[in-house]
């Protein structure tokens, strides 16, 4: 019976559902998390009685045909990104970006990664790095002499250094836009990868070509939203109960069937 497979192509589908939606839930403190959503297709159509089919040699026409439907299957997952909730740290090195852009990082084997975390440190060389220690793009690097570090909202770094009267400038920070920022694969560590979906990066300052400005001394919070994700969560769990109740139901079906004498 195909009812079996079709209402168990829905709890598969429902379960990657609360899969989606339990790592948003894991990820509500994630600085810099862009939630996703699952989304789903219906799958191939067996035609019993197609639509149009003549009945007749008057060339009368079936205005309705019959077609049995084969189950759902997930389509894609994509990224909410949406601006998440700046956040105060009082830290001078915390960065939140307000509208678009990624900040760039610089991965150990060459590669460029971007994120929207910025919760930077120095390293031991005075570099600017991301939690890991990967440096951020451009290098920037704080003088061992620096009282206190000041960060414009278009990304100007001064430094305020124990013997200058007034501020150094010692770099600029850079955000990278994207034509398809859905498109980007997630590489875990709050970062992100370029694809061929998502387009070639487009560097710019912040505050200028459409990228957003710098906030110093925040951080921007996840975008979940608690009571989305739990409404979404009752509803998967209520899709996934009546599926389960068609398999029951088809079982029965098939029960009566085989005792019919």
């Given at each position: 019976?195909?009812?079996l497979?079709i209402?168990s192509?829905?709890?598969?589908a429902?379960?990657t559902?609360?899969?989606?939606?339990?790592?948003?839930?894991?990820n509500?403190?994630t600085?810099?998390?862009?939630?996703q959503?699952a989304e789903f297709?219906?799958l191939l159509?067996q035609?019993?009685?197609r639509?149009?089919a003549?009945?007749s040699?008057?060339g009368?026409a079936?205005?309705?045909?019959i077609?049995i439907?084969s189950g759902v299957?997930?389509a894609a997952?994509p990224?909410?990104?949406?601006?998440?909730?700046?956040?105060?740290?009082e830290?001078?090195?915390d960065i939140a970006?307000?509208g678009?852009?990624?900040f760039?990082v610089q991965?150990p084997?060459?590669?460029t990664?971007?994120?929207?975390?910025?919760?930077?440190?120095?390293s031991a060389?005075?570099?600017?790095?991301?939690?890991?220690g990967?440096t951020i793009?451009?290098?920037?690097?704080i003088?061992?002499?620096?009282?206190?570090?000041?960060?414009s909202p278009?990304?100007?770094?001064e430094?305020?250094?124990?013997?200058?009267?007034?501020?150094?400038q010692?770099?600029?920070?850079?955000?990278?836009r994207?034509?398809?920022k859905?498109g980007l694969a997630?590489?875990?560590?709050?970062?992100?990868?370029?694809?061929?979906?998502?387009?070639p990066?487009?560097i710019?300052?912040?505050n200028?070509?459409?990228a957003g400005?710098?906030?110093q001394?925040?951080?921007?919070?996840s975008?979940?939203n608690?009571v989305?994700?739990?409404a979404?969560?009752?509803a998967?769990q209520?899709?996934y109960?009546?599926?389960?109740?068609?398999?029951?139901?088809?079982d029965?079906m098939?029960?009566?069937t085989s005792?019919l004498r």
């Amino acid at each position: 019976m195909k009812a079996l497979y079709i209402a168990s192509s829905g709890m598969a589908a429902q379960e990657t559902n609360v899969e989606v939606i339990s790592n948003n839930i894991a990820n509500m403190r994630t600085t810099g998390y862009k939630r996703q959503r699952a989304e789903f297709q219906d799958l191939l159509y067996q035609q019993i009685r197609r639509s149009g089919a003549t009945t007749s040699e008057q060339g009368t026409a079936v205005p309705v045909g019959i077609e049995i439907g084969s189950g759902v299957k997930t389509a894609a997952t994509p990224r909410v990104m949406s601006q998440g909730t700046p956040t105060p740290t009082e830290k001078e090195l915390d960065i939140a970006v307000r509208g678009e852009g990624f900040f760039i990082v610089q991965l150990p084997d060459g590669r460029t990664a971007y994120t929207r975390d910025g919760s930077f440190e120095r390293s031991a060389e005075g570099e600017l790095v991301n939690v890991d220690g990967y440096t951020i793009q451009p290098g920037i690097t704080i003088p061992d002499n620096a009282i206190s570090v000041s960060i414009s909202p278009d990304g100007t770094v001064e430094a305020f250094l124990d013997n200058a009267s007034g501020p150094t400038q010692i770099g600029q920070l850079q955000l990278a836009r994207f034509v398809n920022k859905a498109g980007l694969a997630s590489a875990g560590n709050n970062l992100f990868l370029e694809t061929a979906a998502s387009g070639p990066a487009q560097i710019s300052v912040p505050n200028s070509e459409g990228a957003g400005d710098l906030l110093q001394g925040y951080l921007e919070a996840s975008n979940v939203n608690s009571v989305t994700e739990i409404a979404d969560l009752i509803a998967a769990q209520r899709a996934y109960e009546m599926n389960a109740r068609v398999i029951s139901g088809a079982d029965e079906m098939m029960q009566a069937t085989s005792q019919l004498r």
